[in-house]
């Protein structure tokens, strides 16, 4: 069935460095990508979104890269700051109508002073 | 802007009793919201798509008469569990669409800690 799922579970990294989060989708007839972030105890908070007909998108210290042709979608975040502990989920539009978002696993990123 | 709130953030109830758990957009109508149940370290899964004014949609394998959901306003969408067992606890997050704006724009609530004895 459709899914949305994650190469690395864990993440740690040092503060001040990049972080890369990766996530492999499914469903070729998503168009629509987004990346949340969820801090414990809270609902998802948007990061950053891409359409299909990008392959790169930028925002303040963060990054989305869409690779169409390998179904791949990362977040980069430079400068990795310890208020950026959290998990990140990414999410796709599918193809199930009403606008309804899969949710791929969730990585927890970890930040080490 | 955009921002939905939930409430309780967090109820206990006994096991067999009923629980109501209220999802509003504050500043702005949503003629579509979302109701999502995430178990710990898992993530968010779709349980039902509710429009005002119309039955909800439920996902596969969600008991429609176990979950009620009501979206009785542009503003109010409300969940009730019934008949909550202890495999029911869970963290129940709702989002919504802007009425008139994208359609794949979510806003999500800050969720609610559901905990049956």
């Known amino acids: 069935g459709e899914s949305v799922g994650l190469h690395l579970p864990t993440l740690s990294v040092q503060e001040g460095d990049n972080s890369i989060i990766n996530c492999a989708y499914s469903n070729s007839a998503s168009d629509y990508f987004i990346w949340y972030k969820q801090e414990s105890g809270k609902g998802p908070q948007f990061i950053i979104d891409?359409?299909?007909?990008?392959d790169k998108r930028q925002g303040q210290r963060v990054t989305v890269l869409l690779n169409k042709t390998v179904k791949h979608l990362s977040l980069q975040i430079a400068a990795t700051q310890p208020g950026d502990s959290a998990v990140y989920f990414c999410a796709e539009n599918g193809s199930g109508g009403y606008n309804k978002l899969i949710f791929g696993a969730g990585t927890r990123l970890a930040v080490h002073p | 802007g955009a921002v939905v709130s939930q409430h309780p953030s967090w109820v206990i109830c006994k096991s067999g009793t009923s629980v109501k758990i209220e999802c509003r957009s504050l500043?702005?109508?949503?003629?579509?919201m979302f109701w999502y149940r995430q178990f710990p370290k898992q993530s968010l899964m779709l349980m039902a798509t509710?429009?005002?004014?119309?039955?909800?949609?439920?996902e596969q394998g969600v008991e429609k008469d176990k979950f009620l959901i009501n979206h009785a306003s542009l503003t109010l969408s409300t969940l009730t569990v019934t008949s909550a067992h202890p495999e029911d606890s869970s963290f129940y997050i709702c989002s919504a669409i802007v009425a008139g704006g994208s359609p794949n724009e979510q806003f999500f609530g800050p969720g609610t800690r559901l905990t049956v004895l």
């Open positions: 891409i359409r299909s007909n990008m």
């Open positions: 509710s429009n005002e004014g119309s039955k909800a949609t439920y």
């Open positions: 500043d702005f109508q949503a003629t579509t």
